[in-house]
């Protein structure tokens, strides 16, 4: 398996252009998610989905938007890229939600994110 | 609401010598509660969760957590740190109850010196 993949590694973006960083997962997990890492802040929860055609928004959404048209892919687009949106991105998928022995969640590698 | 705190942005510990990252939360009902670590460059992978049971938790690496509802902490211990121990740790809580989603604190970063 190869867990889950994000792409790309690194992006610089101008403000104002659109991007999609792209996230899979080959565990068959129904639960996925799309964090932010800033400096001192931990992880911020974005958007996630608990199954194919369901999502939900987090804790900072404004500005990303997330589909999910099947079970193993959650990209996460920026509609207009703001230098706020400056951050290391991380997806993460688990088994399950509502049943924490399943909670476990799988990381990806990250994707450095740059707005000029 | 839900929420955890790590007041330690960074510790420091010789190599041979125990260690403890702290971690303290607050749910309106039961927590669940887990510890990740993330090295540098790298996603964040899965140490240990408290779910319900033992108040010791053991997990990988030889790092255990001990759970105290009255103190409402979860710190982290290993008995003999390690350089490659050297990381930033996360601690994360969901209630049991309630709340859909885990709230991760802001991180410590453990540096064992040689």
């Known amino acids: 398996n190869a867990g889950v993949t994000q792409t790309p590694k690194f992006q610089v973006l101008k403000t104002g252009q659109s991007m999609t960083l792209q996230c899979a997962q080959d565990?068959?997990?129904?639960?996925m998610s799309w964090y932010r890492q800033d400096p001192g802040m931990g992880l911020r929860l974005i958007h996630y989905?608990?199954?194919?055609?369901?999502?939900d928004q987090g804790e900072v959404p404004n500005g990303y938007n997330v589909s999910r048209s099947t079970t193993e892919d959650f990209p996460l687009r920026l509609l207009s890229a703001a230098p706020s949106q400056t951050s290391v991105y991380f997806c993460?998928?688990?088994?399950?939600?509502?049943?924490?022995?399943?909670?476990?969640?799988?990381f990806g590698p990250g994707t450095r994110l740059l707005v000029l | 609401a839900q929420s955890v705190a790590q007041p330690e942005d960074q510790v420091n510990v010789a190599e041979g010598n125990p260690l403890t990252v702290k971690c303290t939360y607050s749910?309106?009902?039961?927590?669940?509660l887990f510890w990740y670590v993330q090295y540098p460059n790298r996603g964040l992978q899965f140490l240990l969760k408290?779910?319900?049971?033992?108040?010791l938790v053991k997990g990988s690496y030889g790092f255990e957590a001990e759970f105290n509802k009255s103190q409402t902490s979860f710190h982290l211990k290993k008995p003999s740190a390690l350089v490659s121990d050297s990381a930033l740790y996360f601690c994360?809580?969901?209630?049991?109850?309630?709340?859909?989603?885990?709230?991760f604190g802001s991180g410590t970063q453990l540096t064992v010196l040689p």
């Open positions: 408290y779910i319900t049971g033992d108040n």
């Open positions: 565990m068959n997990h129904e639960y």
């Open positions: 994360a809580v969901r209630d049991q109850g309630s709340a859909r989603q885990l709230t």
């Open positions: 749910v309106s009902g039961n927590p669940y």
């Open positions: 993460a998928s688990s088994e399950q939600q509502g049943l924490a022995y399943q909670e476990t969640q799988y």
């Open positions: 989905s608990v199954g194919a055609g369901i999502t």
